[in-house]
Structure formats: C-alpha cells, structure tokens
C-alpha cells in the first residue's frame, strides 16, 4: 500500500516565481498609470492573480492590489475578461 | 474654507481624467485651462500636465470605447480636489476622472516645475493615434493562461492536501 495520493508524498516543488519580481528588480516600480508593468499579475479573465502563483511577496502584492484597482478604475485595465 | 496644514506644507495629487472621444483640441485646451485656474486659484501648484491622447479604455464608458487621457500632477490642501472633482462632474466632455494622493506633507518650494512640464495646457499637440500601442487590449495568451490559469486549481489542491496545519500563507513562505 504505497498509496502516492495519500498526503505524504514527497512533493518535488513545483515551483514557479519564487522571487517576487519587484524585490528582485527595484527599478521595477508599481504604477497604476503603466499597465503594462503590472500586466502580468492580471489573469487572462482580468482577475489579479495570488501570490501564490506569481510569487510576489506580500508588500509587493498588496501595492500592485491598489495600483490594479486603480488602473481598472480610471480604465486602463479591466474588471472583467474582455469579451 | 479651513486650511489644516499651515500654509508652507502641500499635498501633492495627481488627476486623472476621460474626455470624450470626439473632443477637439480646443475643448482639450480649455477643459485643461480650467484646471489649472482652479489649482492656482486655491493656491496650489500645478507640477505637471499630460496628454496621453486618445487611448482605448479597458471598458466602456458611457459606451464609448475610447477616450482621451488627461493627467495632472499638482500640490495644493484639501480643498483642491474637492473643487476639481466638482468641476470634473460639471464638465460634460469629462465622461470619466480619477484623483490620487501622492504625498502627505511636501514642501511647495522642493517642487519646482519646469515650463515645458505644463506646457501642454496652453500648447495641446495633436498627437491624438500616436498613443495607441500604449494599452493594448487585453487578449486571451496561450502563454498567459498555461501559466496562471491552468496551474493554479492543482497548486491549489496540492497545498490542501499536504499542508493540515498551515494556511497556504505559510506554506509559501515555508518553501522560501
Ligand atoms: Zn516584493
């Protein structure tokens, strides 16, 4: 009964970002006015992606969550997906 | 009107307006002009005017597909924005504004504003297609979506799986 489903499997990590991209390159800024920086963090359906997934670390998520509200706010990015 | 920050302290701002898609340039001038008289009349400063052009918005708004970005950077006190904001929804051509704190507590004298910085307000240049490339439309990305889509319900089921005694906070940074 080596049941590889049970919880104790050695998970090789399937790691993607693990370093957040704004710690890593500081003069990479947060701005709402360049939604082409903060692109990446929005889904194809135009949902802000967790952290989990793009690895920003938890100061860097919490700026690009307001400069994404900003952005969709003054339309410059989408609430939705685009039809 | 009640000033709480003494007169030598500012607050720097930055403005954000949608003009209609269709306005000309004298609209665009005059609209801006208004602007910058309200500013100076409250005794603020504007620092900085842009025109990003005619851009297509995210969204539609008040069903038009594009708009005409203008932006503004200016310290004024509290009542700046209170009475911009009410012009910007006096003003027809404006379907669309936004008004952001940059600064708390700056002081006017570090900001000093080149000419060239405002000079949009009384030069509008027609630039109008140019800024197109700027924003484009959001499409659907194989790439995109094979790497925050897809992924994302197994990371998730994963984590639950693994992790009883920790939210999946600490299991990101466990991994660190
Ligand atoms: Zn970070």
């Known amino acids: ?83 | 009107m009640v000033q709480v920050l003494p007169r030598e302290r500012a607050r720097e701002y930055e403005s954000i307006f949608i003009l209609h898609p269709d306005s000309q340039s004298d609209v665009v001038d005059s609209v801006a002009a208004r602007c910058q008289d309200i500013i100076t009349r409250l005794q603020g400063k504007l620092l900085r005017a842009e025109n990003w052009g005619r851009r297509r918005l995210a969204y539609p708004v008040k069903k038009h597909q594009k708009g005409i970005y203008i932006y503004l950077r200016y310290l004024g006190y509290q009542d700046v924005v209170h009475e911009l904001e009410r012009n910007f929804r006096a003003i027809d051509a404006i379907i669309k504004f936004l008004s952001v704190k940059i600064d708390e507590d700056v002081n006017p004298e570090a900001r000093p504003v080149a000419e060239t910085d405002i000079s949009f307000v009384s030069t509008f240049v027609e630039e109008e297609e140019s800024a197109e490339p700027v924003m484009p439309p959001i499409v659907d990305e194989d790439s995109d979506r094979d790497r925050e889509q897809a992924p994302a319900p197994r990371d998730e089921r994963e984590v639950v799986e693994q992790k009883d005694d920790g939210d999946i906070k600490d299991d990101d940074d466990e991994q660190d």
């Open chain 1, 1 to 83: 009964m080596n049941g590889t489903t049970t919880g104790k499997k050695p998970r090789k990590p399937s790691r993607r970002r693990r370093v957040c991209k704004f710690c890593a390159d500081k003069e990479f800024g947060i701005d709402y006015k360049d939604p082409q920086s903060i692109r990446y963090f929005l889904s194809d359906r135009g949902k802000i992606v967790p952290r989990r997934i793009s690895g920003a670390c938890a100061k860097h998520q919490r700026q690009l969550c307001v400069a994404i509200k900003r952005a969709r706010n003054i339309a410059l990015m989408p609430f939705t997906a685009p039809k």
